[in-house]
C-alpha cells in the first residue's frame, strides 16, 4: 500500500469521525439537526450570540459534547495503547489487558466504592483507579525485569500473574460490598454516563501527549519488530525504547479506564482491522487504529445513548461486537497460514 493511499485512507477514517461527531451530538430525546449542531459549535468558538434555541444549545454543550468526547478519546487512547502493546511484546492477542494495567484500575475504582472513599471529591474513583493500574504496571515491570532486559515473554508472563491476583481480590471485594455491589460491577462494565468537561479534559491531557510520543517512536517499534539483536545493529535501544512505550501507553490506557471504567475488546480489534487495511507500519498503524477506536466507541456509545429502549453498559456493547468480530478474524487468520 503507497504512501498516498494510506494517507487517504486515514483522511476518510478522521471525515468519519468529524462527521459522525456532528451526528450523535445531535441524536437524543431532544433531537437537533446537524445544522444547528454546527451553528452551536461556531457560536462557542467565536464567543458570539446564541443563533440556536437555548436549551438545544446547553444539550449539545453540557450534555452530549462532553460525553461524545469522553468516548472519542478513550477509543482513540485504547486502541492505539493496543496497536503499541502487540508492537512491542509481538504478540497479536496483546492489549492494555494483558500487562494487567486494566484490572489495577478496576481493582483501585472498586476499592474506592467498597471504602466510601471522598477524600478528592468527584475525582476520587478515577484517581484511585489511576493509582491502581500505575502500581500494577510497577509490579509487572519489577517482575520481569531482573534480567537488566523487559523480555516480552516475561511481560506478558508477570501481567498474567498480576492479573489473577487482582481478580481475585476483586471477587472478594464484590463479596465484602453486600449492597454496594451494583455500583461496582456497573463501574466494571463501563459507562460514559453523566461525564463532563473535567473527563474529557483528563482523558485529552493523557491520550494526546501519549499519542503523540508513541508516534515519535513508531520507526522504533518497526524496528523492535524485527528482534532485539537486530533492532540494536540499526542502532536503536531496544530495551530503553521498549520501557519507555510501555509506561507510556499504560499510562494512558490507566487514565482511559479511569474515566469510562474497564472496555474490552477495542484495543483488541481495531489494531487488527487497521493492519488489514493500512499495513503493519506503526507510523501509519497508530493514528489509524485510534481514529478507528474512536469511531468504534463512540458509535457504540451513540447507539446505546440514542437507539436502544434501555442504556446498556458500553463495556457489555463493545464484547458483544468484538467477540464474534475477532473470531472471524481469528478463523481468517488460520485459513490464510494453511493456505
Known amino acids: 500500500m503507497t504512501a498516498v493511499s494510506r494517507a ?30 454546527a451553528a452551536v459549535l461556531t457560536d462557542r468558538l467565536r464567543e458570539a450570540a446564541a443563533t440556536v434555541d437555548p436549551l438545544k444549545a446547553s444539550v449539545v454543550m453540557d450534555v452530549r459534547l462532553p460525553r461524545i468526547l469522553c468516548a472519542l478519546l478513550v477509543g482513540f487512547g485504547l486502541a492505539v495503547s ?13 492489549d492494555p489487558f494483558t500487562l494487567g494495567v486494566s484490572s489495577g484500575a478496576a481493582f483501585g475504582a472498586a476499592l474506592s466504592l467498597l471504602l466510601g472513599l471522598a477524600f478528592a471529591g468527584p475525582a476520587t474513583l478515577p484517581l484511585m483507579a489511576f493509582i491502581g493500574a500505575t502500581a500494577t504496571l510497577l509490579a509487572v515491570i519489577a517482575m520481569s525485569g531482573r534480567d537488566g532486559e523487559l523480555n516480552p515473554a516475561n511481560l506478558i508472563l508477570a501481567g498474567v500473574i498480576v492479573s489473577a491476583i487482582l481478580s481475585a481480590g476483586l471477587s472478594f471485594i464484590k463479596y465484602l460490598a453486600d449492597e454496594r455491589v451494583s455500583v461496582i460491577v456497573f463501574w ?4 460514559f454516563t453523566a461525564r463532563t468537561w473535567t473527563d474529557a479534559a483528563l482523558a485529552a491531557c493523557a491520550v494526546l501527549p501519549g499519542f503523540l510520543a508513541c508516534l515519535f517512536f513508531a520507526r522504533d517499534l518497526n524496528v523492535m519488530g524485527l528482534g532485539t539483536r537486530s533492532a540494536k545493529s540499526l542502532g536503536v535501544d531496544a530495551g530503553r525504547v521498549r520501557l519507555f512505550l510501555l509506561v507510556t501507553a499504560s499510562l494512558m490506557s490507566a487514565v ?28 501509519w498503524l497508530l493514528p ?39 473470531c472471524h478474524l481469528f478463523a481468517r487468520s488460520r485459513r490464510t497460514r494453511r493456505g
Do not use: Y
Not at 188 to 191: Q, T
Open 8 to 37: 487517504t485512507a486515514i483522511s476518510i477514517l478522521a471525515c468519519s469521525l468529524a462527521g459522525l461527531v456532528i451526528l450523535a451530538a445531535g441524536m437524543g430525546f431532544i433531537p437537533v439537526s446537524p445544522g444547528e449542531v
Open 82 to 94: 493496543g496497536a503499541v502493546f502487540q508492537g512491542l511484546l509481538l504478540n497479536p492477542l496483546a
Open 188 to 191: 466494571l462494565m463501563g459507562s
Open 256 to 283: 482511559c479506564v479511569a474515566v469510562s471504567g474497564v472496555i474490552g475488546f477495542v484495543g483488541l480489534i481495531i489494531p487488527h482491522l487497521m493492519r488489514l487495511v493500512i499495513g503493519p507500519d506503526n507510523r
Open 288 to 326: 489509524a487504529s485510534g481514529l478507528g477506536g474512536a469511531i468504534l466507541l463512540l458509535s457504540a456509545d451513540t447507539l446505546t445513548r440514542a437507539v436502544l429502549p434501555q442504556e446498556v453498559p458500553i463495556g457489555v456493547l463493545t464484547a458483544l461486537i468484538g467477540g464474534p468480530v475477532f
